[in-house]
């Protein structure tokens, strides 16, 4: 973290809390245009499949939600046309979502509700009526229905929740609301929450919003609906086979409709494909199912814009997809700062190479928080969580105290970590509980942390501020090494300050001899609004600092992170106080997974072994506060564009790339560009780019280039600039002189 835990966890909470800290004027995003129908919802009645339609359930530890529709849309027997909304629940079924700070939290979704995606536009004061027919396997199942009202964003949503009684036989119920505020949206679901091992199916069909005082004969929001679907979750293709796109059409008119679909589309690097067109029919009272083959030219990231006129008005909808070859390593270069919350989150993450998880759930205050009284209940769970995707865990010991056993002062309050961050009264109590945790936990995890970013953050970990020193995280860091290798003779020790490489506190470290007590040192290089190439300096003096102590350890990099949001989740757009993430967006997305590919490849060519981001939180739906800070996924788990170039990079690079040297451009190419060569296996391979540049090229015979997401590269158009290349050889290695990997600059 290049900020301290505090200043994170108060943006946090504020969220949480609602604090309404924008300009007036914003307003989130993904509002609807208003028709002139009498319902507000669209897809009320599921004839569109689930498009449109989201989970909302409980928030988990810093804020993780469901994240996807939980439920599915079932043919027949449904009260108003073909179909309707089935949501199971019962053991092995219901869905879970854990977080491992702050405390470690496991929920059971015992009341996942089916929220609309988008927000709709009332008026303030105005009596709002929701309606749905309703039905339960079980007699007397509780259902929740749930208005959510903003009027600003990021600001406070204000929630109106009822609860009913529903039976085995189809009925309708409804609730009315005054409008909270300008803005609703709406969910309605089971609620087993009081007996959350039980098991109950609920059946969802014509849900209506209106505003009106009571509930009016059911309608859809239009006569003539049109939706899409992917059938993948978060619209994740993989390479291999077709990416096509299903258009869903419902008509509830008295005529047939004859639609036009436009699509607008463009690429990862922004470049304006071929538009489409599709042309739909929808009989009278029917409903279709059309495949919409979409011409993808490879790998990569997309967004389009869907266009239709239908019923008098024109309508727009976007969509964004990914196209990668899945990883199918069990190791690789990367992995997460805190798992998903879902294990659903966490495959999306690992299909792109996503394969180890930092998981701070292991701390001796939660575990015993009172002396003598343990309970591994914690973080028991977040373990074989991790382990089940399956990912690797790396546990880190975030505290070095208890509140019980802290040498805090007595101005000190036992909130959060501010007594847990002092050094404990007895310090063999600290190395017995990381004893007994390692040795507890040694077949879900060979890799060990010892406190997370000590002395430089004001209040986390042993903080220079309470008088401090690198001597005295040495003291503590000799003794848990001691406990960790007895424990597990196979684990490895990750030391250091965990500070960013412009800090001098590593060198300092390693100048004490820091490095004996470790096998791993730990850095957290955030980006910021840095360029990826002012690492470069940082890591070689941290890399000469090794060499003058005389032993060169391999690094983790067990914090890091750039960020960028093309499409902002409030407009128009303002950057929240106290937001971590939100104060340190690049322009776009591109330059964001640009330099996020940049800085990797910088990174693993100075001694650092694995890369871990921060930190793959999805919010509640319709509040996309929570998801800037998501380095690869946006909301329902659709990707950013850093989703597909990591995919791309962690492919390239396997699962132990080792480094070789940095590439020896032609003299014609001066000093504009910059490259890395890597083995990996047999083949070897370079990442070059030219920041700034538009530096054309030509790639000898044998030598295959590809671009930033994956595709080849046509030699004859090969231009080197922001964006990495890949130029890959399986007869050459990473000593070959520059003109065997570059024939000439054209």
Same mark, same amino acid.
């Given at each position: 973290?290049?900020?301290?835990?505090?200043?994170?966890?108060?943006?946090?909470?504020?969220?949480?809390?609602?604090?309404?800290?924008?300009?007036?004027?914003?307003?989130?995003?993904?509002?609807?245009?208003?028709?002139?129908?009498?319902?507000?919802?669209?897809?009320?009645?599921?004839?569109?499949?689930?498009?449109?339609?989201?989970?909302?359930?409980?928030?988990?530890?810093?804020?993780?939600? #469901?994240?996807?529709?939980?439920?599915?849309?079932?043919?027949?027997?449904?009260?108003?046309?073909?179909?309707?909304?089935?949501?199971?629940?019962?053991?092995?079924?219901?869905?879970?979502?854990?977080?491992?700070?702050?405390?470690?939290?496991?929920?059971?979704?015992?009341?996942?509700?089916?929220?609309?995606?988008?927000?709709?536009?009332?008026?303030?004061?105005?009596?709002?009526?929701?309606?749905?027919?309703?039905?339960?396997?079980?007699?007397?199942?509780?259902?929740?229905?749930?208005?959510?009202?903003?009027?600003?964003?990021?600001?406070?949503?204000?929630?109106?929740?009822?609860?009913?009684?529903?039976?085995?036989?189809?009925?309708?119920?409804?609730?009315?609301?005054?409008?909270?505020?300008?803005?609703?949206?709406?969910?309605?679901?089971?609620?087993?929450?009081?007996?959350?091992?039980?098991?109950?199916?609920?059946?969802?069909?014509?849900?209506?919003? =209106?505003?009106?005082?009571?509930?009016?004969?059911?309608?859809?929001?239009?006569?003539?609906?049109?939706?899409?679907?992917?059938?993948?979750?978060?619209?994740?293709?993989?390479?291999?086979?077709?990416?096509?796109?299903?258009?869903?059409?419902?008509?509830?008119?008295?005529?047939?409709?004859?639609?036009?679909?436009?699509?607008?589309?463009?690429?990862?690097?922004?470049?304006?494909?071929?538009?489409?067109?599709?042309?739909?029919?929808?009989?009278?009272?029917?409903?279709?199912?059309?495949?919409?083959?979409?011409?993808?030219?490879?790998?990569?990231?997309?967004?389009?814009?869907?266009?239709?006129?239908?019923?008098?008005? =024109?309508?727009?909808?976007?969509?964004?997809?990914?196209?990668?070859?899945?990883?199918?390593?069990?190791?690789?270069?990367?992995?997460?700062?805190?798992?998903?919350?879902?294990?659903?989150?966490?495959?999306?993450?690992?299909?792109?190479?996503?394969?180890?998880?930092?998981?701070?759930?292991?701390?001796?205050?939660?575990?015993?928080?009172?002396?003598?009284?343990?309970?591994?209940?914690?973080?028991?769970?977040?373990?074989?969580?991790?382990?089940?995707?399956?990912?690797?865990?790396?546990?880190?010991?975030?505290?070095?105290?208890?509140?019980?056993?802290?040498?805090?002062?007595?101005?000190?309050?036992?909130?959060?970590?501010?007594?847990?961050?002092?050094?404990?009264?007895?310090?063999?109590?600290?190395?017995?509980?990381?004893?007994?945790?390692?040795?507890?936990?040694?077949?879900?995890?060979?890799?060990?942390?010892?406190?997370?970013?000590?002395?430089?953050?004001?209040?986390?970990?042993?903080?220079?501020?309470?008088?401090?020193?690198?001597?005295?995280?040495?003291?503590?860091?000799?003794?848990?090494?001691?406990?960790?290798?007895?424990?597990?003779?196979?684990?490895?020790?990750?030391?250091?300050?965990?500070?960013?490489?412009?800090?001098?506190?590593?060198?300092?470290? #390693?100048?004490?001899?820091?490095?004996?007590?470790?096998?791993?040192?730990?850095?957290?290089?955030?980006?910021?609004?840095?360029?990826?190439?002012?690492?470069?300096?940082?890591?070689?003096?941290?890399?000469?600092?090794?060499?003058?102590?005389?032993?060169?350890?391999?690094?983790?990099?067990?914090?890091?992170?750039?960020?960028?949001?093309?499409?902002?989740?409030?407009?128009?757009?303002?950057?929240?106080?106290?937001?971590?993430?939100?104060?340190?967006?690049?322009?776009?997305?591109?330059?964001?997974?640009?330099?996020?590919?940049?800085?990797?490849?910088?990174?693993?060519?100075?001694?650092?072994?694995?890369?871990?981001?921060?930190?793959?939180?999805?919010?509640?739906?319709?509040?996309?506060?929570?998801?800037?800070?998501?380095?690869?996924?946006? =909301?329902?788990?659709?990707?950013?564009?850093?989703?597909?170039?990591?995919?791309?990079?962690?492919?390239?690079?396997?699962?132990?790339?080792?480094?070789?040297?940095?590439?020896?451009?032609?003299?014609?190419?001066?000093?504009?560009?910059?490259?890395?060569?890597?083995?990996?296996?047999?083949?070897?391979?370079?990442?070059?780019?030219?920041?700034?540049?538009?530096?054309?090229?030509?790639?000898?015979?044998?030598?295959?280039?590809?671009?930033?997401?994956?595709?080849?590269?046509?030699?004859?158009?090969?231009?080197?600039?922001?964006?990495?290349?890949?130029?890959?050889?399986?007869?050459?290695?990473?000593?070959?002189?520059?003109?065997?990997?570059?024939?000439?600059?054209?």
């Amino acid at each position: 973290m290049n900020t301290s835990q505090s200043v994170r966890l108060a943006a946090i909470l504020l969220i949480l809390v609602g604090a309404a800290y924008a300009d007036e004027t914003s307003r989130y995003s993904s509002r609807f245009e208003p028709v002139a129908g009498r319902n507000l919802v669209q897809n009320a009645s599921f004839e569109c499949g689930d498009y449109l339609w989201s989970s909302l359930g409980k928030g988990t530890g810093w804020g993780g939600d #469901i994240s996807g529709l939980h439920g599915t849309i079932e043919a027949g027997g449904a009260p108003d046309g073909r179909h309707c909304l089935r949501i199971d629940l019962g053991p092995g079924i219901t869905p879970q979502s854990y977080f491992d700070v702050w405390p470690p939290a496991h929920v059971v979704q015992a009341a996942p509700l089916a929220a609309n995606v988008g927000w709709m536009t009332v008026s303030k004061g105005q009596p709002l009526t929701l309606s749905a027919q309703l039905r339960a396997s079980v007699p007397g199942t509780k259902v929740r229905i749930l208005f959510r009202f903003a009027s600003t964003a990021p600001g406070r949503i204000r929630e109106a929740a009822f609860e009913v009684t529903v039976t085995e036989e189809w009925a309708r119920y409804s609730v009315t609301q005054a409008a909270l505020d300008e803005d609703v949206c709406i969910a309605i679901g089971p609620d087993l929450s009081a007996t959350p091992d039980a098991a109950a199916s609920l059946w969802v069909d014509a849900v209506q919003l =209106e505003a009106n005082g009571e509930a009016s004969a059911f309608e859809t929001r239009e006569p003539v609906e049109v939706g899409f679907a992917t059938g993948r979750y978060g619209n994740v293709y993989d390479a291999a086979d077709p990416v096509v796109l299903t258009v869903l059409g419902c008509n509830r008119s008295g005529e047939e409709a004859v639609l036009t679909l436009r699509q607008e589309w463009e690429d990862y690097f922004g470049k304006a494909l071929e538009p489409l067109a599709l042309s739909v029919k929808i009989p009278a009272g029917g409903q279709v199912s059309v495949p919409w083959g979409l011409p993808v030219p490879g790998k990569g990231y997309y967004r389009g814009r869907v266009m239709w006129s239908a019923n008098g008005n =024109e309508h727009v909808r976007p969509i964004k997809w990914a196209v990668i070859e899945p990883y199918t390593q069990d190791d690789s270069p990367f992995g997460l700062n805190h798992p998903a919350p879902t294990a659903r989150q966490m495959k999306q993450l690992s299909k792109a190479g996503v394969r180890w998880v930092r998981n701070w759930s292991v701390n001796w205050g939660w575990v015993e928080p009172k002396p003598g009284e343990v309970s591994w209940a914690g973080p028991d769970p977040q373990l074989d969580y991790v382990s089940s995707i399956p990912m690797h865990n790396l546990v880190v010991f975030p505290n070095p105290s208890t509140n019980w056993a802290s040498t805090a002062p007595d101005m000190v309050d036992e909130v959060l970590w501010h007594s847990m961050a002092y050094a404990p009264k007895d310090p063999q109590l600290l190395f017995n509980f990381i004893g007994q945790a390692t040795a507890r936990y040694r077949d879900k995890c060979h890799y060990w942390e010892f406190l997370n970013e000590p002395l430089w953050v004001p209040d986390f970990c042993l903080p220079m501020s309470a008088g401090y020193t690198i001597k005295d995280y040495m003291a503590l860091l000799a003794g848990a090494s001691k406990a960790i290798r007895e424990a597990d003779p196979e684990g490895k020790v990750i030391g250091g300050i965990a500070n960013e490489p412009d800090s001098t506190l590593a060198d300092e470290f #390693i100048a004490a001899g820091g490095l004996q007590y470790c096998d791993i040192l730990n850095l957290h290089p955030y980006g910021r609004m840095l360029a990826p190439e002012d690492f470069i300096a940082p890591m070689e003096r941290i890399q000469a600092a090794m060499d003058a102590y005389g032993e060169r350890k391999p690094i983790w990099a067990t914090e890091t992170a750039y960020y960028g949001v093309d499409d902002k989740p409030w407009e128009p757009w303002t950057v929240p106080p106290d937001h971590f993430s939100a104060g340190l967006l690049h322009p776009s997305e591109r330059v964001t997974s640009d330099f996020i590919v940049r800085h990797a490849v910088i990174l693993l060519s100075h001694g650092v072994e694995k890369i871990l981001y921060h930190e793959p939180i999805e919010g509640p739906v319709n509040n996309g506060t929570y998801d800037i800070e998501n380095t690869f996924l946006a =909301e329902e788990g659709v990707p950013k564009k850093s989703y597909a170039a990591l995919s791309a990079l962690a492919n390239f690079l396997g699962p132990a790339p080792r480094y070789v040297c940095p590439v020896e451009f032609p003299a014609a190419m001066g000093e504009r560009a910059l490259g890395y060569v890597f083995e990996n296996g047999a083949t070897a391979m370079a990442v070059v780019w030219a920041p700034g540049q538009d530096l054309s090229f030509v790639p000898p015979a044998g030598v295959t280039a590809y671009d930033a997401v994956g595709n080849p590269v046509d030699p004859a158009n090969l231009v080197l600039g922001e964006s990495p290349h890949y130029l890959v050889s399986a007869s050459r290695n990473g000593h070959e002189p520059a003109e065997r990997w570059f024939q000439e600059e054209k």
